[in-house]
Nanobody, 126 residues
Framework: QVQPVESGGGLVQPGGSLRLSCVASGFTSVYNALAWFRQAPGKEREAVSCINWNGGGIGYADSVKGRFTISRDNAKNTMWLQMDNLKPEDSGVYYC???????????????????WGQGTQVTVSS
């Protein structure tokens, strides 16, 4: 059973940084795409960033480009999201999601992902 588990959320002031982690256990191969989604209260869940199986295909939402960096280590079944220069509008529950894929690119589409974590709360506030 594939199960992503997120960690690293918290409360941070505007302009600060956080690093989220996602450990995706249960995979029997490295061929999987990973992504971060977020959901703020009263809003729909939205894509933040994604990375393909070998790290060669990466995508970012326009709102986070230049501030967030996604990476992964297949030997550790782990993905990270380094979030810098955080803004109040970055607040929300951040979810890690994954699905089996050997593609050279990753989709920023919710319905594409089969396995989801429980989420970790990120709050950006002074």
């Amino acid at each position: 059973q594939v199960q992503p588990v997120e960690s690293g959320g918290g409360l941070v002031q505007p302009g600060g940084s956080l690093r989220l982690s996602c450990v995706a256990s249960g995979f029997t191969s490295v061929y999987n795409a990973l992504a971060w989604f977020r959901q703020a209260p009263g809003k729909e869940r939205e894509a933040v960033s994604c990375i393909n199986w070998n790290g060669g295909g990466i995508g970012y939402a326009d709102s986070v480009k230049g501030r967030f960096t996604i990476s992964r280590d297949n030997a550790k079944n782990t993905m990270w999201l380094q979030m810098d220069n955080l803004k109040p509008e970055d607040s929300g529950v951040y979810y890690c999601a994954t699905y089996f894929s050997g593609s050279n690119y990753c989709p920023m589409i919710i319905r594409q992902y089969d396995y989801w974590g429980q989420g970790t709360q990120v709050t950006v506030s002074s």
